[in-house]
Structures are given as C-alpha cells and as structure tokens.
C-alpha cells in the first residue's frame, strides 16, 4: 500500500513529466556516436546543474583505469573523454544505490533511410523517434528525474545515492567501470535499459574481434596474377559460423531455455581498394557472444583457432589471418534474483501495475556486467519500451517512459527503508 509521501512522489512525476520529455530529446539531439560524445555530455551537465545536482567528471584516460583487469583494450583516443557522476550523500552511512545509465549510441547511417535525420526527435502515436531515444537517453531522463521528482516531493533521501551517466556502454564497457575504479561501485544498481518493465535476470558474455587477410594485387588483365583477399575472407566467414553453432549447442540452463542465445554478428567487411585491382585486403570486425560460465579468453582462443584451422584446412592462398581484439571482451552473470534490491523492485511493479513482473534472460550485454565482475555489486535492469534499437526509426513508447519514471522514483523512497534495515542487519 502506498504511503502518502509515495503518492506526493507519484504525483510529483506526473507533473515533472513533460520536462523528462525535454530532457530525453535534448539529449536526442546531440549524435553521441563513438568519440563524438562532447555534445551530449555538456547537455547532460547542465540538467545536473539546473536541476540542483552535483556533477563530476570521471575521465576514461586515468593511467590507473588501464591498469584494471577488467579494462577492454581499444585502438581510439581516450582523451579528454569522460563520464557524469552526481553523488548525493556520499557521506552518509548505510547501503549505497547506484542509477546507471548510457550516453553513447551507436551510428545511425546511411541516415538517408530514416524517416527523418536520426539526430532530430519527433513524435507520433505515442512514440518518441530518434536515434538513442530508446536506447538509453529516455531511460537516463527518467532516472534523473526521478531523484529530481522525490526531492520536490519532499521526500529525504538518507542513503547514499549516486547517478551516473557514461559513455562507451556499446563498444568497451569502459565507462562503468572508470565510475566503479573511482570508487562509485555502490551496493546496488538499477539500468533502465529499454527492455522494458521487466525484471533483467542475466546476460551473455561478449567479445568483439577483428580480422585481417591480405591478398595479392593484381591488373585485372590477369586475376590469376593476384591473391583476392575479399574471397578469402568470404571462404572463412562459414568458421565463424560453425563456432556460433558450436557454443549454441554447448548451452545450458537457464539459457538452454532460448533456441540460439550466442549470437555471431559480423558488423563491418571492408575490402580492396580500386574497381579494377584484385583486393590486396580485406577486414571483418564483429562480436561473439557466449555463455556466462564460459571466460572470454576461452571463447577468443577458439576464434583464433577457427580461423587458423580453416586456412589451414581450406588451404586458403597467403599468410594465416591476423586476429585481434579490441573492445568488449566482457563476462556474462546472472543475476541474483533473491537479492534484497531485486524484491524491492518486484514491489515497486507490483504497487504500480497490479501484477508481477515477468522476467527476462537476455542474449546481449550491458553495463550490469562492470558491477558484477569488477566490483561484485548486484543489480538489473528495468526500463522503458523501445523499438528498432540499433536500426532505422528508434522509438520509445512514451507512457513507458513516464512508468519508469514512476518506479525509479518509488524505488528510491523504498530503498530508504530496505537499505537502512539492511544496514542495521549487516552492523549488528
């Protein structure tokens, strides 16, 4: 049963809703692509500072960050790039809840396929479209305005609270984890990620390669002179696939419940460079996911090996394929269900739809992985509804936006009295 300062909180979301709407297109609006980040970040910063709350900038260039054991190696520039931290009660004894959330996206070209530029937002039907709309800018305005709602509401927050807005969620994990290597791992966190609300119980590992062949050129007047690295390439792709077929079949529970959860995607193939030459070069990049009790050291060696054994086997023409990896090479978990903070959002669906909350193992990763492995914090994830996540048109439902909203919200009221009964429970 709601309490009247849940109701004043409830309330309060309703009327900060249309700004959740402003805040979720502002950030719309800046195309946060890999490296290009600046703008939405500077967004972001300023509905930290009018809405009253701290910030601070955690940078992904910290030599110490490198020194990690859970930091992703990658071949871009790390400078003068950085995530948003806003720690309230930093201070404060008892359980520490974190609010996570995404700024980058990725790209949405050709954008000439869209219904409008993906970097404009617009609205119909109780959708709101733009690249990054679902995934995750209208989850972060509902997090964020939610702490925003409880504090109009009158409603103390005691616990320490901290919310954390990131960049290279979709390539490294790197962001997270520069909060949690700062010291902003927290005791528990919640991602509204747009999976919508349902409670997240698991995800996959993930590990993102590149691989290289090089051929020979040649005058087309004669192919035969040459080495076309591009068929090569095309006679190796069918390893990779045998390898996907490999740990699908290796499944086991819970994930022996979904027919094909590890998931090959082969993102980028770039190849020679004139019309009329024999490629000299070709290069796939990709990702891999596995199960989560497998390592990704194990799963990148049997990559290498696919690779290598079909060149061998295949007696393909030139030097074996050079393999490497760059980006995610990130562990699956799942999640612990049975934690204080996952009942408390089973709760929190509960008072607000009448119903429990289904559950939902997903075959993809988030930043819920950087708190697991790095840091041993629990959390998951439950957020809005969106669409053609990664594809052309994005949306977000609207309404849903407003229920995470709410649920965020009523969340951080509850976790108040979960967390400091926790705490007494853990001191005594």
């Given at each position: 049963?709601?309490?009247?300062?849940?109701?004043?909180?409830?309330?309060?979301?309703?009327?900060?809703?249309?700004?959740?709407?402003?805040?979720?297109?502002?950030?719309?609006?800046?195309?946060?692509?890999?490296?290009?980040?600046?703008?939405?970040?500077?967004?972001?910063?300023?509905?930290?500072?009018?809405?009253?709350?701290?910030?601070?900038?955690?940078?992904?260039?910290?030599?110490?960050?490198?020194?990690?054991?859970?930091?992703?190696?990658?071949?871009?520039?790390?400078?003068?790039?950085?995530?948003?931290?806003?720690?309230?009660?930093?201070?404060?004894?008892?359980?520490?809840?974190?609010?996570?959330?995404?700024?980058?996206?990725?790209?949405?070209?050709?954008?000439?396929?869209?219904?409008?530029?993906?970097?404009?937002?617009?609205?119909?039907?109780?959708?709101?479209?733009?690249?990054?709309?679902?995934?995750?800018?209208?989850?972060?305005?509902?997090?964020?305005?939610?702490?925003?709602?409880?504090?109009?509401?009158?409603?103390?927050?005691?616990?320490?609270?901290?919310?954390?807005?990131?960049?290279?969620?979709?390539?490294?994990?790197?962001?997270?984890?520069?909060?949690?290597?700062?010291?902003?791992?927290?005791?528990?966190?919640?991602?509204?990620?747009?999976?919508?609300?349902?409670?997240?119980?698991?995800?996959?590992?993930?590990?993102?390669?590149?691989?290289?062949?090089?051929?020979?050129?040649?005058?087309?007047?004669?192919?035969?002179?040459?080495?076309?690295?591009?068929?090569?390439?095309?006679?190796?792709?069918?390893?990779?696939?045998?390898?996907?077929?490999e740990l699908n079949a290796e499944r086991?529970?819970?994930?022996?419940?979904?027919?094909?959860?590890?998931?090959?995607?082969?993102?980028?193939?770039?190849?020679?460079?004139?019309?009329?030459?024999?490629?000299?070069?070709?290069?796939?990049?990709?990702?891999?996911?596995?199960?989560?009790?497998?390592?990704?050291?194990?799963?990148?060696?049997?990559?290498?090996?696919?690779?290598?054994?079909?060149?061998?086997?295949?007696?393909?023409?030139?030097?074996?394929?050079?393999?490497?990896?760059?980006?995610?090479?990130?562990?699956?978990?799942?999640?612990?269900?049975?934690?204080?903070?996952?009942?408390?959002?089973?709760?929190?669906h509960r008072e607000l739809t009448g119903?429990?909350?289904?559950?939902?193992?997903?075959?993809?990763?988030?930043?819920?992985?950087?708190?697991?492995?790095?840091?041993?914090?629990?959390?998951?994830?439950?957020?809005?509804?969106?669409?053609?996540?990664?594809?052309?048109?994005?949306?977000?439902?609207?309404?849903?936006?407003?229920?995470?909203?709410?649920?965020?919200?009523?969340?951080?009221?509850?976790?108040?009295?979960?967390?400091?009964?926790?705490?007494?429970?853990?001191?005594?």
């Amino acid at each position: 049963m709601l309490q009247d300062s849940e109701r004043r909180v409830l309330a309060q979301c309703d009327e900060v809703f249309d700004q959740t709407l402003d805040m979720t297109r502002d950030l719309v609006r800046e195309y946060s692509v890999l490296g290009q980040e600046r703008g939405v970040l500077e967004v972001m910063e300023g509905w930290f500072e009018r809405l009253g709350l701290p910030v601070e900038r955690v940078p992904l260039d910290d030599p110490s960050l490198a020194q990690n054991p859970h930091h992703a190696p990658v071949n871009w520039p790390l400078e003068n790039r950085y995530n948003l931290v806003s720690a309230l009660n930093p201070e404060a004894d008892g359980p520490h809840l974190v609010f996570n959330g995404h700024l980058d996206v990725v790209p949405a070209e050709p954008t000439d396929t869209w219904t409008r530029p993906p970097w404009e937002p617009w609205q119909q039907d109780g959708w709101l479209y733009g690249r990054g709309a679902g995934d995750m800018k209208a989850g972060i305005a509902a997090m964020v305005m939610a702490v925003h709602a409880v504090r109009q509401a009158g409603v103390e927050t005691r616990l320490p609270l901290t919310l954390q807005t990131v960049i290279e969620e979709e390539c490294s994990g790197n962001g997270a984890l520069a909060c949690i290597h700062r010291g902003h791992g927290g005791d528990f966190v919640l991602i509204p990620e747009p999976f919508g609300a349902r409670i997240y119980s698991g995800q996959t590992g993930v590990v993102r390669f590149r691989i290289r062949v090089d051929g020979v050129p040649a005058h087309v007047l004669d192919t035969s002179a040459g080495s076309d690295a591009i068929e090569t390439m095309q006679r190796l792709i069918p390893a990779l696939k045998a390898l996907e077929a490999e740990l699908n079949a290796e499944r086991r529970p819970p994930y022996d419940a979904l027919a094909h959860p590890f998931n090959l995607n082969i993102g980028r193939f770039e190849g020679g460079n004139w019309a009329s030459s024999v490629p000299a070069h070709a290069i796939i990049e990709g990702r891999i996911g596995f199960a989560p009790e497998a390592s990704p050291a194990s799963v990148m060696q049997r990559l290498v090996d696919a690779v290598q054994d079909a060149h061998a086997r295949l007696d393909l023409p030139g030097a074996p394929p050079r393999v490497s990896f760059h980006g995610f090479r990130s562990e699956g978990h799942l999640v612990d269900l049975a934690s204080p903070g996952v009942s408390l959002l089973e709760a929190c669906h509960r008072e607000l739809t009448g119903r429990d909350a289904e559950h939902y193992l997903s075959t993809c990763t988030t930043d819920l992985r950087a708190f697991h492995v790095a840091a041993g914090v629990t959390g998951t994830c439950y957020g809005p509804v969106a669409e053609h996540i990664h594809g052309i048109d994005e949306r977000v439902d609207i309404e849903s936006i407003r229920h995470t909203l709410k649920a965020y919200a009523l969340f951080l009221c509850r976790w108040g009295i979960t967390g400091s009964a926790l705490h007494r429970q853990t001191s005594s």
